[in-house]
């Protein structure tokens, strides 16, 4: 490799701090552990998205090879100041966001991804990386724009956001923000967690990032197996 070339082909990266794990009680009375991975956790990432891009449905196919691009950009140091939270329950991998820093005052959230669905999992995600973007890094606001119907319901409608003008960085939809005080105005009702998370549920979280198999995947997203996207 052309280490001089690469050196000038990687972006310089912004200071940022890390995002303290904090637990979850789901409906169910399952943990979801909600933490930050670094670039080390791309390759197993990517083989919990695979599945996804094969399924029209929700379109989960443009979410899909939209998120893998990204992370793989991430990992390969193609994408600038780039993080990615991720949410686990005993271990397993059920769901994925990511975001990256525009300026010291806007990021721009990227991809939510739910491998589990109907336990809110995608919308706990969504408001952890807010969370982590407006608390942490300080941000007067996120730009936001949506890919599917679920996405505007969730994100638009439910935070009442801020309409942009001009083009998110994905295209598509009108962008929206949610601003600082959007944020502390949803906060309570929308952002969920404690910390710390007990030390035994952060050393399981820790330990392995689990993926489901490809059938179990595609049986998590459309609540039926294979046969069903054929």
């Not at 670094?38 to 090879?65: F, H, K, M, W």
């Not at 679920?150 to 009108?174: C, N, P, S, V």
Request: charged letters at 30%.
């Amino acid at each position: 490799m052309d280490m001089e070339l690469e050196a000038y082909l990687r972006p310089p990266e912004m200071d940022m701090p890390p995002y303290p794990a904090k637990v979850i009680t789901l409906a169910t009375g399952g943990k979801l552990v909600v933490r930050q991975v670094n670039r080390d956790a791309v390759p197993r990432l990517l083989q919990a998205v695979r599945p996804t891009l094969e399924v029209p449905r929700d379109y989960y196919d443009i979410v899909g090879v939209r998120l893998y691009a990204e992370l793989l950009g991430w990992y390969r140091y193609r994408v600038r100041d780039e993080f990615c939270l991720i949410g686990q329950i005993d271990g397993l991998l059920v769901g994925i966001v990511n975001t990256r820093a525009y300026s010291p005052e806007v990021d721009i959230s990227l991809h939510t991804l739910a491998i589990e669905r109907g336990l809110r999992i995608g919308a706990h995600l969504f408001a952890a990386k807010m969370e982590y973007s407006i608390e942490y890094c300080g941000r007067e606001e996120v730009l936001i724009t949506a890919e599917s119907p679920i996405g505007f319901r969730r994100w638009m409608i439910e935070y009442d956001l801020e309409k942009r003008e001009g083009q998110h960085e994905l295209g598509g939809a009108t962008p929206y923000a949610l601003t600082r005080d959007l944020y502390y105005r949803n906060k309570e009702r929308l952002v969920a967690g404690e910390r710390p998370v007990p030390e035994e549920l952060m050393q399981v979280a820790e330990r392995e990032i689990i993926i489901a198999s490809e059938e179990d995947i595609l049986e998590k997203i459309l609540g039926a197996k294979r046969r069903i996207v054929q």
